[in-house]
DNA sequence: CGTTTATTTCAATATTTCATGTAATATTGA
DNA sequence: TCAATATTACATGAAATATTGAAATAAACG
């Protein structure tokens, strides 16, 4: 993970409709989604989600195969996973004290921070 | 936390300037750094870094403050901790055995996902 | 083969974002 | 108040991104 790729993750996550499609595919986790599906979930057109695809698969966000006549899409966990823990790191490297809520996101404890 | 929101802070982060200045933020915890001091760091004007502030504000994710002539800015922690857990739990409400990272970000196990 | 279905590619246009420099504002201290 | 410092606001043009619809590609099936 660096710089490059970790920005190229965040703006394709920038965009309503990309963040919309990436958390569908999370929703629907591990099988994944054929693209008409996809398409009509998110109420856009075909060729408008292949461009957002385009932009979510160079930041290597989702994986793409295909089955028969469709591709299907599934979100690149281990891919997010390195995003949020590189800009993590920053933050809890120096002061472990002051930010370590990477360690219990689901586990909020009121006072925290 | 709602999709607009955390889209625009994926927005926010989506520019290589925005996501240094956010990492140095947070390295710089719990002081902060004045304006003059972050641009510096990161080698752009004080006008470009008033724009890239602007957007990281808009979305929430810095705080500012004055402190005699200068501005001191923090990073939002407790906004950033909302929108990754907001986007992590369709992840792993649905399917907590398949992606259950965020409880472990430094605590990597080998064999996950 | 020819047709249907599923998706992508491409081109044209519209929109948004970014970088730059200059002017304006706010604070401090002489 | 005047000058110096720190930052923000604004205007401009350039570059990147998004939207749309039509055409192209690929696979499956009769």
């Known amino acids: 993970m660096n710089d490059q790729l970790a920005v190229e993750a965040m703006v394709s996550l920038g965009h309503a409709d990309r963040f919309r499609a990436f ?6 986790l591990p099988d994944g989604l054929r693209a008409g599906e996809l398409a009509e979930a998110l109420g856009i057109s075909p060729s408008a989600l292949t461009f957002h695809l385009g932009v979510l698969k160079r930041a290597k966000l989702v994986h793409a195969r295909r089955s028969q006549r469709s591709i299907i899409y599934s979100p690149a966990l281990d891919q997010m996973h390195a995003v949020l823990e590189f800009l993590m ?16 996101a689901s586990n909020k404890v009121a006072g925290d921070h």
Request: glycine content about 14%.
């Open 89 to 104: 790191n920053d933050c809890c490297q120096g002061n472990p004290q002051v930010c370590g809520f990477m360690g219990r």
């Open 23 to 28: 958390r569908l595919l999370m929703r629907h």
